[in-house]
């Protein structure tokens, strides 16, 4: 019952209300008990912690750890309400270095639930027992002095039918659980985490001596044989971590895990310059996949903006936001450091296929090489490779001898002492691409006019659109002019592109445009149009060259920095080193 002074409308809430109002924010589903236990559990100093779960938490969730455990009178005070051992003023708030602080998530817990505590401290002579029902602090005994904490959380709100009723599944709701364990398992390699349910053992992650070691156990080693490693610092800020590479990025976004000070959580900054870092690398229709751990100066992080601490605010948003997406651009640029770093491209059938080039090479035969001339865009007289009005990305130097080509579509070249099969049509667009990214940045694309002009039929509202950004067009080196009231005039491309084909270039370009108003950034506006122009400018599929134009383009891509996708994210090359070609024809070791 609501307690009132008279006749007044303001009523002081009973202590059981408040609890349950508090529990509201903090205990959303059986994952968020877990969450709130698992922390208390690592800032005990944990080594080995043990979930057990029966019917997605509903039932049953016990945490056993091996912390430093509690002494006879804190144990029940770890039941009140804002009774933390980890904070002891306000000016704590802005340098949190452990998991929890609040003091709110026992208590929370306790008022919608049954809790059973067991915990002795380091060389006690007796442990503790205690039960709280309904947020009320019952039997308190002594237990086995086993150093660490047990609890257990039964009967999860049992005197909450509401919130009851909207949880999912039991099998839905231990997915959530499943997840919350996986994250605290990759944020702390060290501690070994074991999680069961319905008695049967689900994980079991031993202690791991690296960050590495850890994402290998969680999502094997596959994700890391895809990956890239990251690294970068700037004054009071760290990220390191691993992000798919461009090649086998998948729509699917797991894993898109972010740890900030070891803690998991989300932040709009990071994710942002991810996706920013990515940019022209990714597919359309792909997303980033990474595990990100940044470290931070704690007195410039709010990690105090969300009741259950998902989310955290930086002081400096933009220097964190550049610091990731400098470091995501710089790994898929090809600033690789180490062997885990390195693009996995060798899997099994490549390897049979490339043994299949070798041999051919070997004999002569059903490799092509032809020498007939490529027909050449007679208004640019330009050769199909050009050469760039600027230096080029420093990448080793390495004599590239031209081998051949596989139908028409595959160069094949020996590069330095590897042997490389590249797609001409992705490798030439990225060479483009960059080309046309370096001239934009400093505002020197030069339209090259086409001696006649190509007409293209649009729908009405397609020529608005593009009438709507006909001037910021004409800064990326194309002029195009209405030509009746659906009628457009392709009158100059960028100089350097070979003839591209005005009806499906243009369908490309609307689709480019009509997303304009969502880009992040004027950058990401420019390089999808970019992008376009890259790929309906390089040399096709099915186009023959002869050995010189095959060295120049390899060259090039080569200059560019051996990128091994186009902006759209399609792969460029693979390649064999002299020791996997020793391996494939049982030549090593002799």
Known sequence: MLRTDGSGR???????????????????????????????????????ITIDVKDGGLALIRVTDDGEGMSREDAPRAFERHATSKLRSDLDLWSIRTMGFRGEALPSIAAVAHVRLMTATRFAEVGTELEVVGGTIGRIAEAPPVTGTRIEVAELFHNQPARKKFLKSPLTEFSHISRVVQQASLAWPSIHFRLMHNGEAIFNYPSASSDDDRIAQVYRRTFLDQSLRIKASVPGAHVSGYIVDAVHAKPARTPQELFVNRRPVRNAAVSHAVAEGYGSFLAKGSQPRFVLFLEIDPDRLDVNVHPTKREVRFSDNELIHQLVRGAVRQALSGGKTDELGRTAFIESSVHRTLASIVTTLST????????????????????????????????????????????????????????????????????????????????????????????????????????????????????????????????????????????????????????????SSLEARVRSVLASLACHGAVRAGRSMKPEEIKTLVEEWRAEGEITTCPHGRRTSFRLSITDLEKMFGRAGW
């Open 364 to 519: 002569g035969k059903s490799v092509e090489a032809e020498s007939t001339t490529l027909r050449h865009d007679p208004e640019t007289q330009l050769p199909l490779v050009s050469e760039a009005t600027e230096p080029y990305l420093q990448v080793p130097s390495a004599e590239v001898t031209a081998l051949g080509q596989i139908n028409r579509t595959f160069l094949i070249a020996q590069v330095g002492g590897d042997l490389t099969v590249i797609d001409q049509h992705t490798a030439h667009e990225r060479v483009l691409f960059e080309r046309l990214c370096r001239a934009w940045k400093t505002r020197d694309i030069q339209a090259q006019p086409l001696l006649i002009p190509d007409a293209v039929e649009l729908s009405p509202p397609q020529a608005a659109l593009l009438q709507r950004y006909q001037s910021d067009l004409e800064q990326l080196g194309m002029e195009i002019e209405p030509f009746g009231s659906s009628t457009i005039l392709i009158r100059a491309i960028p100089v350097g592109l070979g003839k591209i084909d005005p009806v499906t270039f243009l369908q490309d370009l609307m689709d480019d445009l009509a997303q304009w108003d969502r880009a």
């Open 10 to 48: 303001i009523c002081i809430l009973p202590e059981e209300v408040i609890g349950r109002i508090a529990a509201g924010e903090v205990v959303e589903r059986p994952a968020a008990v877990v969450k709130e236990l698992l922390e208390n559990s690592i800032d005990a100093g944990s080594q080995s």
